[in-house]
């Protein structure tokens, strides 16, 4: 069966600190990937999209970068992270296009 | 564009019924409905693709208007498990790739 791992679970950085949040899709091949990021009490805003092995495309500008250096790895970065980088981020694939999405468990982010 | 959800919050008692809408600006290729109990992910519920068509999950049904973009869930003899907040995620045509979603109905189910 496929499985979705996303880590770490909680995460407290100070301001201009470098942020690296791993996913990793077990049990399939060449899946979607996402990343969203979730506000307190909002909705869920997606960041990057991936279909492929270095195929990303971006939604929302920001100081956040993607990266998919393996089929079913997927990566959220920064150099340098701002106060209102703060939230829950969560990781999620697709299988196929009739598929719903499966979401990790989540990292929340706290920037201080 | 991010659909839109009505209504925003919505308080049962167990056994009751509720229809949570999401409407949106633009050609649809799908709907998507999930589920988010506090402090966790969004846990999938259905897809309703072009087409027209209702869905049901137990005593969870959807349906998909594609001519008004429009969709509508329905939750018949509510649980206490019910309780969360509601979001529908639409993919456009022509992007099958994205999924946007709503800014959430929360819904509260009282004994």
């Known amino acids: 069966s496929q499985t979705i791992h996303q880590w770490p679970a909680t995460l407290v950085q100070p301001v201009g600190s470098p942020l690296s949040l791993e996913c990793t899709v077990e049990?399939?091949?060449?899946?979607?990937l996402y990343w969203y990021r979730q506000a307190a009490g909002r909705g869920l805003q997606l960041l990057f999209y991936s279909i492929g092995i270095d195929q990303i495309s971006s939604e929302v500008p920001q100081n956040l970068s993607a990266s998919r250096p393996q089929d079913r790895q997927f990566i959220l970065s920064s150099k340098k992270l701002l106060l209102s980088d703060s939230g829950f981020y969560l990781c999620?694939?697709?299988?196929?296009?009739?598929?719903?999405?499966?979401f990790g468990s989540g990292t929340r982010l706290t920037v201080v | 564009q991010q659909p839109v959800q009505s209504p925003q919050a919505v308080i049962l008692r167990e056994g009751e019924d509720a229809v949570i809408n999401c409407s949106s600006s633009?050609?649809?290729?799908?709907v998507h409905w999930y589920r988010q109990k506090h402090g966790e992910a969004p846990v999938f519920l259905m897809i309703l693709l072009k087409g027209g068509e209702q869905k049901g999950h137990e005593k969870i049904s959807a349906s998909f208007n594609e001519k008004k973009q429009q969709s509508s869930l329905y939750l018949t003899a509510s649980q206490l498990s019910y309780s969360g907040t509601y979001f529908c995620g639409t993919v456009g045509t022509g992007s099958n790739y994205k999924l946007t979603f709503g800014k959430g109905t929360l819904l509260t189910v009282n004994p």
């Open positions: 633009k050609a649809l290729y799908s």
């Open positions: 049990g399939t091949s060449n899946p979607n």
């Open positions: 999620a694939w697709r299988a196929q296009e009739k598929g719903g999405y499966t």
